[in-house]
């Protein structure tokens, strides 16, 4: 069954989300600051709080199958988003952005998210609808890109070193300066117009925000086949990761574990979508091109199910881990004082 909702309600939820976007892109360039940790929370919530209102709103007009469909793909994309935080913080290190300028860096590259996601959501959608195969390659995908995110071997600068090679092409084609100019792309150097480092980050972000695209869409597909729920569960996620990437600030390092849970994650989305290419196979080559019966069928409730308690276990044990290290770290710090005191008498 096709989501059937009423146009008006599907107009007026893009129109109302790319306001509030461009509101929020007004506000960071009328008043650039770094928001405090209470200006961060209030926006995190404020966002979330409108997410569960649209889920509301989805099971009043579409059903609670849809409106879990919504909520599982939100979940997902915040997730991965979430990943993408850590790699933007290496980003923003590498590159020396001024902590109060790193507000317009993240807008831009939300901006960018968005553009390349809608990109992607529209070929995924219209290569689904004409090859039920597909659901085979993005499923395998998806299990290669878990394990690659379990064991990353380089851990997040690997992502940070794709950037390298555009960098350096960039760097040897146009005229860049040594120093920022406020969140200018632009300035004058001795009389001579050129661009800042400003559009290295900038382009170093859209880099990233594409092989993101490249590993979140295949996933969200694998929830839900909506292109609507798609688009509007990865805007929901996208908005309010500014305010996050400040809220969160020194806890990303110490969600050492988070990696693990987004992985299964994958892993069990891209097993999903196998299951369902399977049955609805067209394959000749598999079982004679019919439907595989047996496969089983994994709700969206059930899926909603794993990916909370992924996240949830895997916050849960990275914090506790964290809390044990300092502990044990002042423990050692306590008994290096005492010896150090027992030396001296």
């Known amino acids: 069954m096709d989501l059937d909702l009423p146009l008006w309600f599907e107009i007026g939820s893009l129109v109302i989300l790319t ?3 461009l509101a929020d892109l007004l506000l960071i360039l009328k008043r650039p600051h770094i928001p405090s940790t209470k ?30 469909q919504f909520v599982a793909g939100w979940l997902t994309e915040y997730s991965l988003s979430i ?35 809608g990109i992607f959501i529209m070929l995924g959608s219209a290569i689904i609808e004409q090859f039920s195969w597909v659901f085979y390659i993005f499923g395998a995908f998806l299990v290669w ?17 794709r950037e390298n090679f555009i960098v350096r092409v960039l760097r040897r084609t146009i005229d860049i300066s040594d120093h920022y100019d406020g969140a200018r792309i632009r300035t004058v150097v001795d009389g001579k117009k050129m661009w800042t480092p400003m559009i ?6 859209g880099v990233t925000d594409l092989l993101f695209a490249i590993d979140s ?25 500014r305010q996050l990437y400040f809220l969160l600030g020194d806890l990303l390092d110490r969600l050492r574990y988070l990696h693990y849970g987004i992985a299964f994650i994958l892993a069990f989305i891209g097993l999903k979508l196998v299951f369902h290419a399977m049955h609805v196979n067209e394959l000749p080559f598999i079982n ?7 496969a089983p069928e994994i709700s969206t409730w059930m899926s909603l199910g794993v990916i909370v308690v992924s996240m949830a276990v895997a916050t849960i044990a990275s914090l506790v881990a964290s809390a044990r290290d300092r502990r044990n770290g002042v423990d050692a710090a306590s008994a290096a004082d005492g010896s150090a005191g027992h030396d001296a008498h």
């Open 145 to 161: 890109t878990a394990w690659r995110q379990a064991f990353p071997g380089g851990d997040h600068d690997e992502d940070v070193q």
């Open 200 to 205: 290295i980050v900038f382009v170093a972000i």
């Open 217 to 241: 869409i295949p996933a969200i597909f694998g929830i839900t086949q909506s292109p609507f729920i798609v688009f509007t569960a990865n805007i929901f996620a996208l908005m309010g990761l």
């Open 288 to 294: 004679g091109g019919e439907p595989i019966d047996w």
């Open 39 to 68: 200006e961060s929370t209030l926006w995190v919530i404020f966002y979330v709080v409108l997410a569960l209102i649209f889920a509301g709103l989805m099971w009043i007009f579409a059903g609670g199958e849809y409106a879990g």
């Open 19 to 21: 306001l509030i976007l």
């Open 83 to 117: 990943d993408n935080l850590f790699v933007f913080v290496l980003i923003m290190t590498q590159f020396a952005v001024p902590r109060r300028y790193q507000q317009e860096v993240l807008m831009v590259g939300i901006i960018i998210a968005l553009v390349l996601r």
